[in-house]
């Protein structure tokens, strides 16, 4: 029980315990003292945990006016109704999660500090473990992202641009309500749900790489979550050119998916670039964290639909033998191509799982999925089943297709309106706009959030300056295809 007394200044003061979780003397005093004795420079973004009544919080937010200042407290008992200074998070770990996906993103994470109030953490171990590994699990997640941005970041600021300019249609939720829906991952044992996917009326959210599958069995997904900017997403992509209707995919997307044709649904995952570019053209986009697997992303985006459950089908995360795909796949051309009289493509085969497997029949990057997955809090991982699983264990409720068909309720029913993008004038016009106002801050060294992803997404101050100087160049060029 936490009993409340008050200190020598008036403020109050709660014990645990009969022991003090602040000074009984002056807390505000304490508070200052703690943050001057531990930070030196100002960091970017400051994340307190264990608050107590927003002292810590608000003291940050005095002595650290350029800071961005968030707190986590542990229990209502110990909120702080200020807004004056940051903002408070009252832990609950799918709330808590959310609220991290949101606060720390790419272009913040690096400058991050976290402060540990002891007395409190000491008070609430179980508080202390759960929030910490929720911030790993964010940290872990933002790692993987960045290290593909730097790898990418051209790619990306290029799929960007041509994305937003040669998108010809975008989709609005027109309608919809919650209730089963089904998502097709491309795992060998998709092919077990064969005939549910086939048969039945529950609409289907399908990953690219599940496509041709898709489409050999005749089911139209009634969404596609596309989210790689990589050269191979294209092989996925082409499977759905001229049959496809909606895909849902943030602008930094491979840029095939203009080509394709199918209406954007567009996801905003927290990008400044295409935050503003949605804000100039007045286009909702729903707000899901990049997750590093596109699996995770269609997962989240079928329970902001409604899905009440996501029923995930060929989610292996796993190799089956050889077999790394689900059959037939877009890569059955790469593997075919790769083989000769001398090469059989069983060797092939052979040879690619056997290169790239670590542990267990997985990559590492299926490593990585698999984590990612683990550390679902309960919250959200009830609202997610999983048909015939691989031997990768995942905390969700493991279900048979018969099971599927079985379930009462309602199922899924979402639709979406297509509107014509605007004119490619006015398009073109907002990014030119844009890079050469954030190309000014750059070589004139002022602070833009927009010049400090640039500069984030390619690795230097030059290298920006150089990149958007060519990407200008070459808008100026473009025309309406």
């Known amino acids: 029980m936490i009993r409340i007394e008050t200190s020598r200044t008036g403020l109050p003061v709660p014990l645990m315990n009969e022991k003090a979780l602040v000074s009984r003397f002056d807390p505000q005093k304490e508070a200052s003292r703690f943050i001057e004795n531990k930070i030196g420079s100002p960091p970017g973004i400051l994340l307190i945990l264990g608050d107590v009544f927003g002292y810590l919080r608000a003291a940050a937010g005095k002595l650290l006016p350029g800071t961005e200042v968030y707190s986590i407290t542990v229990s209502e008992e110990l909120a702080s109704n200020d807004t004056d200074y940051g903002e408070e998070c009252l832990f609950n770990r799918g709330k808590t999660r959310e609220f991290l996906d949101r606060v720390l993103r790419e272009d913040n ?76 991952a491309s795992g060998a044992s998709l092919k077990n749900s064969c005939s549910l996917l086939s048969d039945s009326r529950l609409p289907v959210i399908a990953l690219p790489s599940s496509l041709r599958f898709m489409k050999s069995i005749g089911r139209l997904p009634v969404l596609t979550v596309q989210t790689d900017p990589g050269y191979y997403a294209v092989y996925h992509l082409r499977e759905g050119t001229g049959w496809l209707t909606h895909i849902a995919s943030p602008l930094s997307a491979c840029p095939y998916i203009a080509r394709t044709k199918a209406s954007i649904l567009p996801l905003n995952q927290g990008d400044p670039f295409e935050q503003e570019l949605f804000r100039q053209l007045e286009i909702p986009a729903y707000f899901l964290p990049s997750a590093g697997t596109v699996a995770a992303t269609a997962m989240s985006a079928a329970i902001a639909l409604g899905a009440d459950p996501a029923v995930m089908a060929g989610l292996d995360l796993c190799y089956d033998d050889i077999n790394t795909h689900v059959s037939p796949h877009s890569f059955d051309e790469v593997f075919s191509n790769g083989s000769s009289r001398n090469r059989p493509l069983y060797s092939v085969k052979y040879r690619y799982s056997r290169d790239t497997r670590s542990s267990e029949g997985q990559s590492r990057a299926l490593e990585t999925y698999s984590k990612w997955f683990t550390e679902l809090d309960r919250d959200f991982s009830e609202k997610v089943k ?19 068909s079985a379930f009462s309720g309602n199922s899924l029913n979402i639709k979406f309106d297509s509107n014509p993008a605007p004119d490619f004038k006015v398009r073109k016009r907002i990014i030119l706009n844009i890079l050469e106002e954030t190309h000014g801050h750059i070589k004139q060294g002022t602070e833009s959030s927009m010049a400090e992803e640039f500069i984030e997404k390619t690795g230097n101050v030059e290298t920006g300056a150089q990149l958007i100087g060519e990407l200008l160049n070459r808008v100026r060029k473009m025309e309406h295809q």
Request: charged letters at 20%.
């Open 109 to 184: 994470f690096s400058g991050l500090t976290v402060l540990e109030w002891q007395p409190v953490l000491k008070m609430f171990p179980d508080f202390s473990a759960a929030v910490t590994r929720l911030i790993q699990r964010r940290l872990q997640i933002l790692n993987g992202n960045i290290t593909t941005v730097r790898g990418f970041g051209n790619r990306w600021l290029k799929n960007t641009i041509l994305n937003f300019l040669y998108i010809p249609r975008f989709s609005t939720l027109a309608c919809g309500n919650s209730g089963i829906a089904l998502i097709a």
């Open 386 to 404: 999983r048909i015939k699983p691989s031997r990768i264990k995942l905390p969700m409720e493991v279900v048979t297709a018969d099971d599927v």
